[in-house]
């Protein structure tokens, strides 16, 4: 599913912050993958718990992807841009939140064991679809860069596809060997960044299902961002904290 590239506040357009694609130059697009949300199955019991995380295999099992589009919907949120602010507020890359919209965000959430975006890695819930798409296209393996741009490890794609437990690290960046295709994460980030030539990154949408927006030349990674002074709240609010299933 791809949206229509949103547009930033003029703040954020005109802003002195690199582009996202300043950082993939040398590849033809780049496409911002949204990373899904969870929705526990019927009869099934699993925790996400800092510390305590579930295996790649757990999640697969015990959990469906619901796209922003269903969560927007179902919430009653304007765009993808209203739910990214709310997400990262959530995870605290955002110090303030409109009220009503993290009202309606979470009691849907929190209704219907809704599972928030996660943050600093490629989801496992998109990892084995991502890797049928690379060996769809003839790739066997992949290689993992750390942060600091030093190779971490080689993968063989059917090693990931069988693997039970998370495959790659924090804001890890993966890379096919002739370096015609990148993901990579960033740091408190809900999406991650495709790039590859624009028959590529069409073709992995298509075989992974998956949803999110093409950069522009001026797309920043706080393409969300927006300065709200009414009606808002903060980390020490209690509406942060309540439950409200």
Same mark, same amino acid.
């Given at each position: ?8 506040? @003029? ?16 590849? +033809? ?19 996400? +718990? ?99 741009? @030093? ?73 969300? @961002? ?12 209690? +509406? ?6």
């Amino acid at each position: 599913m791809v949206h229509q590239t949103p547009k930033q506040d @003029d703040i954020i357009e005109h802003s002195r912050i690199p582009t996202i694609r300043s950082a993939f130059k040398e590849y +033809e697009t780049t496409f911002v993958i949204l990373h899904p949300f969870l929705k526990i199955k019927p009869h099934y019991s699993i925790k996400f +718990e800092t510390g305590n995380w579930p295996t790649k295999k757990e999640i697969i099992t015990c959990t469906q992807n619901i796209t922003w589009t269903e969560i927007i919907q179902g919430a009653g949120l304007q765009d993808i841009s209203e739910l990214d602010r709310q997400l990262a507020y959530l995870h605290c890359a955002r110090r303030t939140a409109d009220r009503q919209g993290w009202i309606k965000l979470m009691t849907l959430l929190d209704k219907n064991n809704i599972i928030p975006a996660e943050v600093d890695y490629i989801p496992e819930s998109l990892t084995n679809p991502l890797m049928l798409a690379f060996k769809a296209l003839g790739y066997s393996t992949v290689n993992e860069f750390e942060l600091t741009g @030093d190779l971490r490890k080689e993968h063989t794609i059917d090693n990931v596809l069988l693997s039970e437990k998370l495959d790659f690290i924090y804001v890890a960046t993966v890379q096919t060997p002739d370096k015609k295709i990148v993901l990579t994460t960033g740091f408190d980030e809900r999406f991650t960044y495709l790039s590859a030539s624009k028959e590529t990154v069409a073709t992995i949408i298509e075989e992974a299902s998956l949803e999110g927006f093409y950069c522009n030349e001026t797309t920043r990674s706080i393409w969300s @961002d927006k300065l709200q002074t009414e009606d808002i709240i903060d980390w020490s609010s209690p +509406e942060r904290k309540k439950n409200y299933a």
